[in-house]
């Protein structure tokens, strides 16, 4: 840095490539933006799993990841129950990284993955271990 920054300043704000909520605090945060909602949640109109702070957040995931998860929100317990390793405390956090993930690639259609193939697999230094 060319100055001194003071403890506690902030120098980056950026969104949030992907996010969820925790499931235990799907009833209070819109499933979209994460705004904290103190009435009602709009909810998705063909499933009960999630709900959004306005119908224009309904309509950005609409458009964006909740198309693929919309009434499949179980199966990511379904997969991490077909998976033999002891989750005893960690299955909670383990369907919520599922669920991240899925989100994360679900977020751009199969073309786009086909079309940056080699640019996801690249090595870059910047990033560590190949």
Known sequence: A????????VIL???AVV????EDQG???CDFCLKNVHLRLVPCK???HVGYCSDKCLEDAS????KYECGNRDMFSKILDNIKTDVTKRKGNSKEVSRL????IAQKPLSWYKENRES???YDPQFGAE
């Open 101 to 104: 993930c899925y989100r994360a």
């Open 63 to 66: 458009e964006s990841y909740h």
């Open 27 to 29: 009833e209070r945060y």
């Open 46 to 48: 063909c499933c009960a």
């Open 2 to 9: 060319s100055r001194d920054i003071p403890a506690g300043a």
């Open 19 to 22: 996010n969820i909520t925790k």
């Open 13 to 15: 704000a950026e969104q």
């Open 120 to 122: 996801l697999f690249a």
